[in-house]
T-cell receptor, first 114, second 115 residues
């Protein structure tokens, strides 16, 4: 089985721009979650999608948004970029069975905001 | 609120020595607990998961974790460190409520292994 695929792996943006990151989950996985990793704050939960619906959201401003498509692929968008948005954005997928609860992570998209 | 605390942001060991990475969680109910490893420029790889079925859980790469409810701890150990174990290790608890699920991570511990 192919793993979780995130694109792009690296990108550089300037303040005020917006960015869209993409995540393709493991085949058959219907739940996709996003996390932000920074040296200062560590790993923080952004949001979780299941069957095209956001069912959980972390404590991030409205500039951070996401969506999930019918094939379970997900995108997250950050608008009006700030320097502090520079981070590694990790996507994870799971099959959402109650007994599973295991998240498999992608390699991440490293965003640098100048 | 549920939280996870990893004791020691940096641990250094010699090759062949015991590895001990400490993690404590705060929760009235033992949650699902996980250890992940992150190598440079990579994502998180699952080392092991604890789901209350046993107190000692074996993971990949020779790692294991012992869950101690009385201490609310799930420390990660490996009897003999290899150079390839140098990485950052994260302890996490699964928060599950009506809104969905999310992993609560500790701040991470960087493991250095010297020859």
């Amino acid at each position: 089985k192919a793993g979780v695929t995130q694109t792009p792996r690296y990108l550089i943006k300037t303040r005020g721009q917006q960015v869209t990151l993409s995540c393709s989950p493991i085949s058959g996985h219907r739940s996709v979650s996003w996390y932000q990793q920074t040296p200062g704050q560590g790993l923080q939960f952004l949001f979780e999608y299941f069957s095209e619906t956001q069912r959980n959201k972390g404590n991030f401003p409205g500039r951070f948004s996401g969506r999930q498509f019918s094939n379970s692929r997900s995108e997250m968008n950050v608008s009006t970029l700030e320097l502090g948005d520079s981070a590694l954005y990790l996507c994870a997928s799971s099959d959402s069975n109650p007994g599973a609860n295991v998240l498999t992570f992608g390699a991440g998209s490293r965003l640098t905001v100048l | 609120a549920q939280s996870v605390t990893q004791l020691g942001s940096h641990v250094s060991v010699s090759e062949g020595a015991l590895v001990l990475l400490r993690c404590n969680y705060s929760s009235s109910v033992p949650p699902y607990l996980f250890w992940y490893v992150q190598y440079p420029n990579q994502g998180l790889q699952l080392l092991l998961k604890y789901t209350s079925a046993a107190t000692l859980v074996k993971g990949i790469n020779g790692f294991e974790a012992e869950f101690k409810k009385s201490e609310t701890s799930v420390h990660l150990t490996k009897p003999s460190a290899h150079m390839s174990d140098a990485a950052e290790y994260f302890c996490a608890a699964l928060r599950r409520n009506q809104a969905g699920t999310a992993l609560i991570f500790g701040k991470g511990t960087t493991l250095s292994v010297s020859s």
